[in-house]
C-alpha cells in the first residue's frame, strides 16, 4: 500500500504547510516527488492517483502521499474542495537504530497500561502510517490541523522545529485514532490472547518466565502463543517480560530503599552482575547510573 514509516525517536522534517480551494477544472499536480505529502480534507471531494491505484478522498479523510511514487489526478475533485496539505520528510535517523525495527499489529502500549518507566529501546521502532484515515468526528483534529496552519504562516522563532513537533502529535493523534484498541475491540480472538498473556506477564514479573506454567494457564500450544504474540506485538514473550521486569526492578530502585543486590535477587536473577547487565540493555544505563540520577520519592 506504499505507507510512510516514522520513526518515534525523530519528528518529521516539515518543508511547508499550505491550504488548497479547488476550482473547476482543477486535478492533483502530476509529479514525482522528493518529500511525503499529508492531505486532509475539510469539505468537499478530492480525487488522487498514486502509481496507477486511485483514492477518492471526501471531508474528514487524512491521505499520506508517499515520496518517489508517481501522483497525478484526473477526474473527481469537486470545485470548492477546500484542504490542507504538509509537505515533509522522515525525520534524521540515529545511527545507532535499525534501520528497520520489527513491528507487529499491536504495540506493548496498546495491550499494556502498565509503562511507567521508559528507556531509550522504547523510542527505537517505527509507526506504519496508515494510508487513508476517515475520522468520524473530525471537528477537533480540523483545529488542530488549522492551527498548525497559522503556525507555519506566523513564522515565529525556530517556527519549523515547531512544526515539527506539533506534525509528530498531528501523526501520533491519527496512529492512535486508526489503531484505537476501544475502536477495534477484541477484532479477533487472537488479540484478545495477545492482551491477555501481556498482563499475564506483567502480573507475574517477579517470577522467572515459565512456558509450561502459561501453557497451563491457557491451555495452548505455547509454541504457538510464542509465534502470535511475536507476530501482534512486534516483540517475543520472553523480551516482553524481560523488559517489564526491568522496569518494575527501576521503580524498586526509584522507590525503595531496596539496594541492586536486593532488587536482583527480588527478581531471581543468578547474579546482580547478570541483572546490571540485562538493566542496562533496557534502560540504556547501568543500575548504579540509574539510581545517581533520580531522586528518591
Request: proline share 4%.
Given at each position: 500500500?506504499?505507507?510512510?514509516?516514522?520513526?518515534?525517536?525523530?519528528?518529521?522534517?516539515?518543508?511547508?504547510?499550505?491550504?488548497?480551494?479547488?476550482?473547476?477544472?482543477w486535478?492533483?499536480?502530476?509529479?514525482?516527488?522528493?518529500?511525503?505529502?499529508?492531505?486532509?480534507?475539510?469539505?468537499?471531494?478530492?480525487?488522487?492517483?498514486?502509481?496507477?491505484?486511485?483514492y477518492?478522498?471526501?471531508?474528514?479523510?487524512?491521505?499520506f502521499?508517499?515520496?518517489?511514487?508517481?501522483?497525478?489526478g484526473?477526474?473527481?475533485?469537486?470545485?470548492?474542495?477546500s484542504?490542507?496539505?504538509?509537505?515533509?520528510?522522515?525525520?534524521?535517523?540515529?545511527?545507532?537504530?535499525?534501520?528497520?525495527?520489527?513491528?507487529?499489529?499491536?504495540?506493548?502500549?496498546?495491550?499494556?497500561?502498565?509503562?511507567?518507566?521508559?528507556?531509550?529501546?522504547?523510542?527505537?521502532?517505527?509507526?506504519?502510517?496508515?494510508?487513508l484515515?476517515?475520522?468520524?468526528?473530525?471537528?477537533?483534529?480540523i483545529?488542530k490541523v488549522?492551527?498548525?496552519?497559522?503556525?507555519?504562516?506566523?513564522a515565529?522563532l525556530f517556527?519549523?522545529?515547531?512544526?515539527?513537533?506539533?506534525?509528530?502529535?498531528?501523526?501520533?493523534d491519527?496512529?492512535?485514532l486508526?489503531?484505537d484498541?476501544?475502536?477495534?475491540?477484541?477484532?479477533?480472538?487472537?488479540d484478545?490472547?495477545?492482551?491477555k498473556?501481556?498482563?499475564?506477564?506483567e502480573?507475574?514479573?517477579?517470577?522467572?518466565l515459565e512456558?509450561?506454567?502459561?501453557?497451563a494457564?491457557?491451555?495452548?500450544?505455547?509454541?504457538?502463543?510464542?509465534?502470535?504474540?511475536?507476530?501482534?506485538?512486534?516483540?517475543?514473550?520472553?523480551?516482553?517480560?524481560?523488559?517489564?521486569?526491568?522496569?518494575?526492578?527501576?521503580?524498586l530502585?526509584?522507590?525503595?530503599s531496596?539496594?541492586?543486590?536486593?532488587v536482583?535477587?527480588?527478581?531471581k536473577?543468578?547474579?546482580?552482575y547478570?541483572?546490571?547487565?540485562?538493566?542496562?540493555?533496557v534502560?540504556?544505563?547501568?543500575?548504579s547510573?540509574?539510581?545517581?540520577?533520580?531522586?528518591?520519592?
Amino acid at each position: 500500500m506504499n505507507q510512510i514509516r516514522m520513526h518515534t525517536g525523530s519528528f518529521p522534517l516539515v518543508r511547508d504547510v499550505g491550504m488548497t480551494l479547488t476550482s473547476e477544472g482543477w486535478v492533483h499536480p502530476d509529479r514525482i516527488t522528493d518529500f511525503n505529502v499529508f492531505i486532509f480534507v475539510i469539505k468537499g471531494q478530492m480525487q488522487v492517483v498514486e502509481e496507477g491505484t486511485e483514492y477518492i478522498l471526501r471531508a474528514g479523510m487524512g491521505f499520506f502521499l508517499k515520496s518517489g511514487l508517481h501522483h497525478l489526478g484526473t477526474a473527481g475533485t469537486i470545485p470548492g474542495t477546500s484542504t490542507i496539505w504538509i509537505h515533509f520528510s522522515e525525520g534524521l535517523q540515529d545511527a545507532h537504530v535499525p534501520e528497520r525495527v520489527e513491528e507487529g499489529s499491536l504495540q506493548p502500549f496498546q495491550a499494556s497500561r502498565t509503562y511507567k518507566v521508559f528507556g531509550p529501546v522504547d523510542y527505537r521502532f517505527e509507526l506504519l502510517l496508515p494510508k487513508l484515515v476517515e475520522l468520524q468526528e473530525p471537528a477537533s483534529f480540523i483545529s488542530k490541523v488549522k492551527d498548525l496552519y497559522e503556525l507555519y504562516c506566523s513564522a515565529p522563532l525556530f517556527g519549523h522545529v515547531l512544526l515539527s513537533i506539533k506534525t509528530m502529535e498531528l501523526f501520533l493523534d491519527l496512529y492512535r485514532l486508526h489503531h484505537d484498541p476501544e475502536r477495534h475491540r477484541m477484532t479477533s480472538k487472537s488479540d484478545a490472547v495477545v492482551r491477555k498473556l501481556a498482563l499475564y506477564l506483567e502480573e507475574h514479573w517477579e517470577s522467572l518466565l515459565e512456558p509450561e506454567r502459561i501453557r497451563a494457564e491457557f491451555g495452548l500450544n505455547y509454541r504457538y502463543m510464542s509465534t502470535l504474540f511475536k507476530t501482534r506485538m512486534g516483540i517475543s514473550i520472553f523480551h516482553y517480560h524481560e523488559r517489564h521486569r526491568i522496569h518494575r526492578a527501576a521503580e524498586l530502585l526509584k522507590s525503595t530503599s531496596m539496594n541492586i543486590s536486593e532488587v536482583s535477587d527480588k527478581l531471581k536473577y543468578t547474579s546482580p552482575y547478570y541483572f546490571s547487565r540485562v538493566f542496562k540493555k533496557v534502560m540504556g544505563e547501568a543500575p548504579s547510573v540509574y539510581i545517581r540520577n533520580i531522586y528518591k520519592m
